[in-house]
């Protein structure tokens, strides 16, 4: 499928920023986000499915799509639009078997030669990172800068990318000019006390865009 990569990819932080899946992509959305990717770490399976299902009412109401982190199962049962896993997650071509050819994958990757792997999996985008550092990840992968970025890009050709870690607004520019075409963000969105401000932040690093 032609998944097209908007500028600003967020993605959900239930501890960072207080609120459940569903009501940070209302805050998400209604600054401008169009795709918003929930990743959990600490619900159960049954939890998480429940906030699953009111997330993607929410994104529907918006025209969102929804991709799920690492829970293929999930996202098949709620009918999400993609999965996004990691170098430790479930494979990518198992996700596209389980899922088909109409849903979004998104693998991540933390070297140039990861990155050039995965170009040739079937998936929809490579994600590099971190590129700055970041407190998003209990355990991260050594900073990869904007020159990881830049050689990144070069190994994989016209492959959709996004980069993540530790980008702020006033970083992105540099970000997407070293060759990403979108930029994953969670803290610089979501660690904030009041939620409107998340809808704030969300205009604000379009703007930027």
């Known amino acids: 499928m032609i998944f097209e990569l908007p500028k600003l990819y967020p993605i959900t932080d239930r501890r960072l920023s207080g609120l459940s899946h569903a009501e940070q992509v209302v805050r ?22 429940a906030e699953v299902l ?17 829970r293929a199962d999930v996202a098949l049962a709620v009918g999400a639009d993609g999965v996004h896993v990691g ?8 996700v596209r078997a389980l899922l088909g050819a109409g849903k979004v994958v998104g693998f991540s990757t933390h070297s140039v030669e990861q990155a050039a792997s995965a170009a040739r999996r079937p998936i929809d985008y490579i994600a590099i990172g971190p590129v ?15 020159e990881g970025v830049r050689r990144v890009r070069e190994a ?12 702020k607004a006033d970083r992105a520019p540099s970000v997407l000019e070293a060759g990403a075409d979108s930029v994953a963000v969670i803290g610089a969105l979501l660690n ?16 930027h865009l």
């Open 192 to 207: 904030t006390s009041d939620p409107a401000e998340i809808t704030r932040r969300t205009r604000e690093f379009l703007a």
């Open 28 to 49: 998400l959305c209604e600054g401008g986000a169009r795709v918003v990717q929930l990743r959990e770490k600490h619900l159960s399976p049954r939890e998480f499915y």
């Open 156 to 167: 994989i050709g016209n492959a959709p990318l996004v980069a993540i870690g530790g980008i």
């Open 132 to 146: 700055f550092s970041t407190k998003s990840k209990e355990n991260p992968d050594p900073v990869v800068g904007l």
């Open 87 to 94: 170098q430790n997650d479930v494979p990518p071509e198992a």
């Open 54 to 70: 009111e997330a993607l009412k929410v994104a529907r109401s918006f025209g969102a799509k929804l991709i799920i982190n690492d």
